[in-house]
């Protein structure tokens, strides 16, 4: 069993950054794939991005050149800054862990707005 804690989210204006936490409660290093979706109000949740166990990493085309994913296998944490944030950004973001299944945290909301 693996918990997933998010923290981070806001609001944020136009423009602005935050950045995403998701610690788990055991280590990550055997994690296949960390990533983080996006579920927006009356929208599917999204993939966002996702890091691979090896460090290849991959991005939604709408977050492409302003989000960036990062792991930290010894604080068993996993990021994700956001930069040049857009209203169209906003939304709850969840980090998700995949082992031999898949698990989710909780989420995170993020808002943008002025």
């Known amino acids: 069993q693996v918990q997933l804690v998010e923290s981070g989210g806001g609001l944020v204006q136009p423009g602005g950054s935050l950045r995403l936490s998701c610690a788990a409660s055991r280590s990550i290093f055997s994690f296949s794939r960390m990533g983080w979706y996006r579920e927006a109000p009356g929208k599917q949740r999204e993939l966002v991005a996702a890091i691979f166990s090896g460090g290849t990493t991959n991005y939604a085309d709408s977050v492409k050149g302003r989000f960036t994913i990062s792991r930290d296998n010894a604080k068993n944490t996993v990021y994700l800054q956001m930069n040049s944030l857009k209203p169209e950004d906003t939304a709850v973001y969840y980090c998700?862990?995949?082992?031999?299944?898949?698990?989710w945290g909780k989420g995170t909301l993020v808002t943008v707005s002025s």
């Open positions: 998700n862990a995949i082992i031999t299944i898949s698990y």
